[in-house]
């Protein structure tokens, strides 16, 4: 069992950065992938962008070119670095990880882009 924390959100204007972390309770070294996923209000979630143990990452087309995720297994962390934020990435941004065959997921941290 693992517990991931989301920080790092917040109000941001347009063309602005944040940079999000999802820390988790235990070794990340193991977890074969996570994920950060974004779900806007009266729209289903969506998947932003996935890492795996090999530091594979795979982005949505959505936010490809100005965002990067990546890991630090040292802080049993991953990172969602997200830059020229427009007003439709707006959404509750949750991380999660795959282990042992299951799905973890954390609490979800708001991010709102407006001027």
């Known amino acids: 069992q693992v517990q991931l924390v989301e920080s790092g959100g917040g109000l941001v204007q347009p063309g602005g950065s944040l940079r999000l972390s999802c820390t988790a309770s235990?070794?990340?070294?193991?977890?074969?992938?996570m994920d950060w996923y974004r779900q806007a209000p009266g729209l289903q979630r969506e998947l932003v962008a996935t890492i795996t143990t090999g530091s594979t990452t795979n982005y949505a087309d959505s936010v490809k070119g100005r965002f990067t995720i990546s890991r630090d297994n040292a802080k049993n962390t991953v990172y969602l670095q997200m830059n020229s934020l427009k007003p439709g990435d707006t959404a509750t941004y949750y991380c999660?990880?795959?282990?042992?065959?299951?799905?973890?997921w954390g609490q979800g941290t708001q991010v709102t882009v407006s001027s």
């Open positions: 235990q070794s990340i070294r193991r977890i074969y992938a």
């Open positions: 999660n990880a795959h282990l042992d065959g299951l799905l973890y």
